[in-house]
Each structure stands twice: as C-alpha cells, then as structure tokens.
Nanobody
C-alpha cells in the first residue's frame, strides 16, 4: 500500500491561486499514474486532472484536464521528490471542494487515495 498525502489547501477569494501538493513515496519509481479529484459537500466526486502512465510506450501519457479547469489549472510532477502538484489559478466559487489525490495503475499503484485537502473559494 502506498501512502498518499495532500496538502496546500486553504481559503482564497475569487480569482486567486493555490498550489496543491500530493506526496506519494514510491509512485515515481513504480511508474504510477496520478490523478486529482475534487468533491464538494453533498455532491459526487469529480475528476479534475491526470498524468497517466502509458504501459505501451513506457512514457507518461498526455496530461489531461476536465473541461471546467482547462486553461486555469496545471498539473505537474517532480519525480525526484515523489510529488505531484496542482497549480490552480483564476479560482472560482465552483472550484470549492475537498481535493483528493489518486495514485493508480497496476501492482502497488492500484487505487491509492489520500484523505484530501480542502479548498474554499469565496466571492
């Protein structure tokens, strides 16, 4: 099992920025995929962004974003730190939610979730 821990959440005003961090020791060495999700109170979990791993090519697959965050959010990773980042810009109230990091793939990568970090955007 891989330990996944999110951090960097907080409260910001509309138009502000936050950078979330997901730390998952071992994800880089095991070529795991990484995804960010968010969940608002009373609503279902929503996929935000991913850096998949492509086993066919052994390279990371194309970074993908939900339409609602395209052009505003940027996902990146630092393999040397076993860390994934979600830079969130031009934040909107609808971005409010608990942001969760998922490590996924085969073997030890399979469906590892953190508990999330809360992001609140107020107008």
């Amino acid at each position: 099992q891989m330990q996944v821990v999110e951090s960097g959440g907080g409260s910001v005003q509309v138009g502000g920025s936050l950078r979330l961090t997901c730390t998952a020791p071992g994800f880089a060495a095991n070529n795991c995929g990484i995804a960010w999700y968010r969940q608002a109170d009373g609503k279902q979990r929503e996929w935000v962004s991913s850096i998949p791993h492509d086993p066919a090519t052994r390279y990371d697959a194309t970074i993908r974003y939900a339409n609602s965050v395209k052009g505003r959010f940027v996902i990146s990773k630092d393999k040397s730190k076993d860390a994934v980042y979600l830079q969130m810009n031009s934040l909107k109230p609808e971005d409010t939610g608990n942001y969760l990091c998922q490590v996924y793939g085969g073997g030890v990568c399979y469906s590892n979730w953190g508990l999330g970090t809360q992001v609140t955007v107020s107008s």
